[in-house]
């Protein structure tokens, strides 16, 4: 697929929103990506323009971000970038940039981090096992009956 993949750095803007839909869990937030850069003039850093973008992510990254990310902290977001624009009668067009999550991180450069893994589904309700390995050696008796049957082919 030609789809528009990035990678935006910023902090969350808005409180993560967590819904539960007939379709998996989802959840949105605003994240702001403010460029800086060094005024030399000034001999100090200057924050420039700030991008908005509203992040959805879906299924088990929504329930891991409505549980691990807050207001102001510092993320790394990769998905794919819809920009839409719309106008209504009467009043001025507006363009929406959304990030459709694939991975959600907080920024290690500003900060630390604890990482813990989930627990997956079928293990915390059931108590159901891994699948157990397959076996994949040739039964002894199998191989022979193999070659015969090519040779007769």
């Not at 697929?1 to 539960?20: D, F, H, K, L």
């Not at 329930?63 to 839409?84: A, C, E, Q, W």
């Not at 001025?92 to 989930?118: E, K, Q, Y």
């Not at 997956?120 to 050696?137: C, D, F, T």
């Amino acid at each position: 697929m030609n789809e528009t993949m990035i990678c935006a750095v910023g902090n969350v803007a808005t409180q993560p929103v967590y819904r539960e839909l007939a379709t998996g869990a989802s959840v949105r937030f605003r994240l702001a990506a403010t460029a800086r850069y060094l005024d030399r003039e000034k001999n100090e850093w200057t924050d420039g323009h700030t991008n908005f973008f509203t992040v959805w992510a879906n299924r088990q990254l929504a329930t891991n971000v409505s549980g691990s990310i807050n207001v102001g902290d510092p993320i790394v977001v990769h998905g794919r970038l819809k920009v839409r624009s719309e106008g209504r009668e009467g009043q001025p067009a507006w363009t929406s940039a959304d990030i459709d999550a694939v991975a959600i991180g907080h920024d290690l450069a500003r900060g630390t981090s604890a990482f813990r893994r989930t627990q997956r589904l079928e293990n915390a309700v059931g108590g159901a096992s891994a699948q157990p390995e397959p076996a994949w050696e040739t039964p002894p008796g199998e191989t022979a009956d193999r070659q015969e049957a090519v040779a007769v082919t």
